[in-house]
């Protein structure tokens, strides 16, 4: 029970201040006039994704691997889902039709990011330069160069929603708020997080479930708590490119943290040192990515189920990542 009301009382921590970032982030995105698509792919999805690199490393730190690598890409599955069914509750307006074309350059980056993860665990993710396993080193510099590409082609589509409209760029006094806002938030996120690792190993071992999938399902679900506040409130409020900018944008991020988690695992490569069955995450995690990116390219106003299922597809297929992982992992 104590490991238990741990996990929830730091998840619910970890929620509520990912929905602080939400307007703060739309408040730095009009002040500085960087646009939601850049500022939710790096500042909002930097910010939420806190929660997995902090407890990943703590993870890491009290010797379990699996269940840092399972919550990078058991998050990554996450928020592909917390997207699918943002979409199929925005029906009316099709979410992914009003988002900026450029949207798909973040989520290719993710691909390519998470791509190089895999393969780093099954070619020679054991070889290393100084300590330092080559995956990571290739995530990193591909994660920095990715960056650079986002904020040069930056950018809001063509049409704005209602809520766009109105909403005027802030004064400074209102810039300046959200600034502390999103900062003091991000610290929340930074301090409750690590509690996650050692109860969520604790509910593994007393669940008798592998810690892989214990990473990749649980521990994924509950870090991925403060994108699903981030894509709530910003539907809600009509910032479209701020919600899908920030859940790929997490998952560019989700890959870019094993550089810092190779560095805290000490010598030798961090993803040579995990179970391979989490390479299949990772590849499901991939999948689900390139679906949500047919449904950017997609910008039919009207869509066909029987031929275009689209969010349909996405949440069938993560079930199935589920139960194939489980049984994988037994």
């Not at 104590?2 to 939400?22: D, I, K, N, P, Y």
């Not at 979410?95 to 350059?105: G, H, K, M, P």
Request: glycine share 10%; aromatic share 6%.
């Amino acid at each position: 029970m104590t490991a238990w009301l741990v996990f929830a009382l730091s998840g619910t921590l970890v929620a509520a201040a990912g929905a602080r970032l939400a307007r703060a982030g739309d408040t730095i995105a009009a002040g500085t006039g960087l646009g939601g698509m850049w500022v939710g792919a790096i500042l909002v999805a930097g910010a939420t994704s806190l929660p997995e690199l902090t407890t990943d490393a703590s993870a890491i730190l009290q010797q379990h691997p699996n269940l840092a690598i399972g919550d990078l890409f058991g998050s990554s599955m996450a928020n592909m889902l917390i997207l699918a069914v943002a979409d199929l509750l925005t029906r009316k307006t099709r979410l992914l039709t009003r988002v900026a074309i450029n949207q798909a350059l973040v989520g290719v980056l993710a691909i390519f990011l998470t791509a190089i993860a895999v393969l780093g665990m099954l070619g020679g993710g054991a070889a290393s330069v100084a300590g330092f396993g080559w995956p990571a080193g290739a995530v990193g510099i591909g994660y920095v160069a990715g960056m650079r590409l986002l904020h040069r082609n930056r950018g809001e589509p063509p049409f704005r929603t209602e809520a766009e409209v109105a909403e005027a760029a802030p004064g400074r006094p209102a810039l300046q708020r959200a600034v502390v806002e999103f900062s003091v938030a991000a610290l929340v996120i930074f301090l409750a997080a690590p509690y996650l690792a050692g109860s969520a190993a604790t509910l593994a071992d007393q669940l008798g479930v592998a810690h892989s999938f214990m990473g990749m399902l649980l521990l994924a679900v509950t870090t991925s708590l403060p994108e699903a506040a981030v894509t709530v409130a910003s539907v809600r409020a009509g910032w479209y490119n701020l919600a899908v900018g920030n859940l790929l944008g997490s998952n560019c991020f989700n890959m870019a943290a094993l550089v810092p988690l190779d560095a805290v695992h000490g010598p030798g490569s961090l993803l040579a040192a995990v179970d391979p069955v989490l390479a299949v995450a990772g590849m499901f995690a991939v999948l689900l990515m390139a679906l949500a990116l047919l449904d950017v390219l997609n910008k039919s106003e009207r869509r066909i189920w029987a031929i275009e299922p689209g969010p349909a597809v996405m949440i069938l297929t993560y079930l199935v990542a589920l139960a194939w992982l489980y049984r994988a992992a037994r």
